[in-house]
């Protein structure tokens, strides 16, 4: 499980620092070189998961309720920089034309790699820089560099330290990066050690300040750290001989006021801790831990070790960006780049939370628990949409505010909330916890699903109907009952009611009841609006429509828009866009794959083919929605072409925008293709569901899920699919609908 490059040029340096960036789901910090980037474009970043500024909205007709701030996800200092200088020359990849070059992520081992080799007037000289974020210490950011003499002699000089003079990344041109470069951080202050220092920074407008510590250990070399006016820097000096190795080990860590009390004497103790431990241990901890995650997440495709290296990349890439400490979630782009402002959108829930949930569920629990942690920022910001009671998550945010300053694609996005819903009702599915659901659940689905009661209102027929919103189409924008969120809405309410029904029934309401004042009376208003909901149906077709205009309007033609002008939203003004037949992304075909229960089989055919012929894919979220429902409805070709765009759309930069970070949610479309696509999996309330359709060419594929305490092998074949009981007792399962017992035995079934 490794990824390779040895491509060693200015046009590539962008894409690659995104692939090879080292994170842990608290801190990330791109694969920029330690001694620069010379005159090439370069994202030089480190981020921390939740560590924010809040920056103002300008409007030049501001109306009410718009947004008035936002919060953006802050490039933080500079601790990468270690150059290397041999007898005064700089030694710089991009300058001193190295003759051997190579670099690596190392997914059992949780390290990136870098190698590089220079030719020196008295040999040659290697430099090996090892990274990492650890997952068992998440403070930490590791990186050992190893200079081995390859007959060079002379004076090494290694420049380091930390530098708080930095600005975020911007480009005025694309809406999907920040359009102003903006410093976010002060400097207060740096302290100096006999083996490095720290800095002391403060984020003026969300109030935040952090610490960081640097401490350099290792052989053969004599420090000198120094202050200056944005950080300190620190000297390392060696007498270099031919055939030596100087090991330099730079123990960086960092604290934040949003997690700790004392950020400064947190970050010394774990930097104390971590160099008392030092490298040797703590890369053995960072592997160790990777067994025990690939033991449940690693899947197997025989005879394809190319998809099965890409589909565990997106895995691991998953598991770089997850927050588990219940304040963070996954932002659109995780830690590897600042694409979307670090923001979290419904990605989480419905791309991403469900692998968690089926291999590690404390963390999708930790998911969870931010969304609830950010539950009183929802009622307000219901309030403010012009709702009586109820909550509305936002649709971007970090802390809890709602950061879209272009409410249409943005906050009219209701089905956030039933996005939410539906994942806390998969949690209860999945794993059976009704004290959490009792706990913290029950809240969230009483209070999103009288956000549904406030929104719609019942129409002449007695159907219950949703007004001007938006769906996940972000080219079909403020319609009347788009198809998905009605579909979320009525889930959502249903939910909630069967929920408080089964806390009446065994006691265990108190909490829901003291927090919202739910009675039986509302809970049976929200099942009434969920069996009245409205669904777009045209008999005619028979698909379900997108909304109630969507098939008034004219159709795009795709075959005739030039490749230019692809992705449309940078090409086309949103109204232009919104009075034609064209979509971004699934839609219908996405509330087909989650709320497909009941809906006819020639209807969901029909209604696949129907925008297939009008979806650009230019969201990155829909080609894996696109291939589940393909193998749902039997087209085998389809799916595995959707498949395989899915699982390369960063390896390849399909998208062009890989630059800016990867594509976090279309990374757990990749298991969700095959999870739920391949082995067709839906997680229902009765239990574990599957209409296994393994592609022709493949031969056996493999992977686990756990479920309510059990972990089970599932094996599919050409012509059998196999389920072994690994831990847990016996229970049933379903496959192509019919039910079949699980005991601590093989299971074969046809």
Request: contains cysteine; hydrophobic residues 40%.
């Amino acid at each position: 499980m490794v990824l390779s490059g040895s491509q060693l040029d200015k046009e590539s340096l962008l894409l690659e620092e995104t692939l090879f960036h080292t994170a842990n789901g608290y801190l990330g910090v791109r694969g920029n070189f330690e001694e620069g980037s010379d005159d090439a474009e370069s994202v030089r970043g480190f981020y921390v998961n939740g560590l924010y500024d809040t920056v103002g909205l300008e409007y030049p007709e501001r109306l009410y309720g718009f947004a008035q701030t936002a919060q953006r996800m802050v490039n933080l200092p500079d601790i990468q920089t270690m150059k290397v200088f041999l007898d005064g020359v700089e030694l710089n990849p991009l300058k001193s034309r190295p003759i051997g070059y190579s670099r690596s992520l190392d997914m059992e081992k949780g390290i990136s790699e870098r190698c590089i080799r220079y030719a020196h007037a008295s040999g040659a000289i290697a430099v090996t820089v090892t990274r990492m974020a650890s997952f068992t210490h998440p403070e930490l950011f590791l990186t050992v560099m190893e200079v081995v003499s390859e007959g060079a002699a002379g004076k090494l000089e290694i420049h380091a330290g930390v530098d708080c003079d930095v600005s975020n990344y911007a480009n005025m041109n694309d809406p999907r990066v920040a359009a102003d470069a903006a410093r976010h951080i002060c400097f207060s202050g740096s302290q100096l050690f006999e083996d490095g220092g720290l800095v002391r920074c403060s984020i003026p407008g969300s109030g935040l300040n952090f610490v960081i510590v640097q401490r350099f250990a290792g052989n053969g070399f004599s420090i000198e750290p120094g202050a200056h006016d944005n950080g300190f820097d620190v000297r390392l000096t060696s007498e270099l001989t031919a055939g030596a190795s100087i090991i330099v080990e730079k123990i960086t860590t960092i604290s934040d006021s949003r997690r700790r009390g004392d950020p400064a004497k947190h970050a010394i103790e774990t930097a104390d801790q971590c160099v008392q431990a030092g490298s040797r241990t703590l890369l053995c901890e960072q592997k160790s831990y990777l067994e025990s995650f690939w033991k449940v997440a690693a899947i197997d495709v025989e005879g394809f070790p190319e998809i099965q290296d890409a589909l565990r990349f997106s895995m691991y890439e998953l598991l770089q960006s997850v927050g588990r400490d219940g304040m963070t979630a996954v932002s659109a782009k995780g830690l590897s780049g600042e694409g979307y402002e670090g923001h979290y959108f419904w990605d989480t829930e419905i791309y991403i939370f469900p692998f968690f949930l089926l291999t590690h569920p404390d963390i999708a629990k930790g998911l969870l628990d931010f969304r609830y942690s950010t539950l009183e920022s929802a009622r307000g910001h219901a309030l403010l949409m012009g709702h009586s009671r109820g909550a509305l998550y936002p649709w971007r945010t970090i802390a809890g505010g709602e950061c879209s300053a272009y409410y249409p694609s943005g906050s009219a996005q209701y089905h956030i909330n039933g996005d939410v819903a539906h994942s806390f009702m998969q949690y209860w599915y999945a794993t059976g916890d009704l004290d959490y659901m009792a706990l913290k659940g029950a809240e969230v689905l009483v209070e999103t699903a009288r956000l549904w009661l406030e929104a719609g209102h019942y129409g002449s027929d007695g159907k219950f109907l949703i007004h001007a919103v938006t769906g996940p189409d972000e080219y079909t924008c403020i319609v009347n009952n788009n198809y998905y969120t009605n579909r979320c809405a009525a889930a959502n309410l249903r939910g909630a009611a069967e929920l408080c029904g089964v806390l009446w029934r065994e006691g265990k309401a108190d909490v829901v009841e003291s927090a919202t004042g739910i009675t039986s009376d509302e809970a049976d208003a929200f099942m009434r609006a969920a069996d009245a909901m409205w669904f777009p149906y045209n008999v005619e077709l028979d698909i379900h429509e997108q909304d109630d205009s969507f098939l008034r309007k004219p159709v795009w033609d795709l075959d005739k828009t030039p490749p230019e002008r692809f992705p449309l939203l940078l090409h086309y003004h949103p109204l232009y866009l919104y009075r034609h037949q064209v979509c971004k992304q699934a839609d219908t075909v996405l509330a087909h794959f989650l709320f497909g229960d009941g809906v006819k089989e020639s209807t969901m055919l029909n209604s696949y083919e129907y925008y297939e012929r009008i979806t650009t894919h230019d969201s990155s979220l829909s080609r894996c929605i696109f291939s589940i429902m393909a193998s749902r409805l039997g087209m085998a070709d389809k799916a595995y072409a959707y498949f395989t765009d899915t699982l390369r759309t960063d390896l390849d930069n399909t998208h062009g925008n890989t630059r800016d970070g990867l594509h976090t949610a279309n990374l757990g479309g990749s298991w969700l293709s095959l999870v739920m696509g391949f082995a067709g999996l839906r997680l229902r309330e009765d239990g574990l569901h599957f209409r296994p359709a393994l592609p022709s060419h493949w031969e056996r594929a493999v992977f686990r899920l756990r479920y309510r305490g059990r972990l089970i092998r599932v094996q599919m074949e050409r012509e059998q699919t196999e389920f072994l009981l690994e831990e847990g007792e016996g229970f049933p399962i379903f496959v192509n609908g019919r039910s079949h017992m699980l005991e601590n035995k093989m299971a074969r079934i046809v």
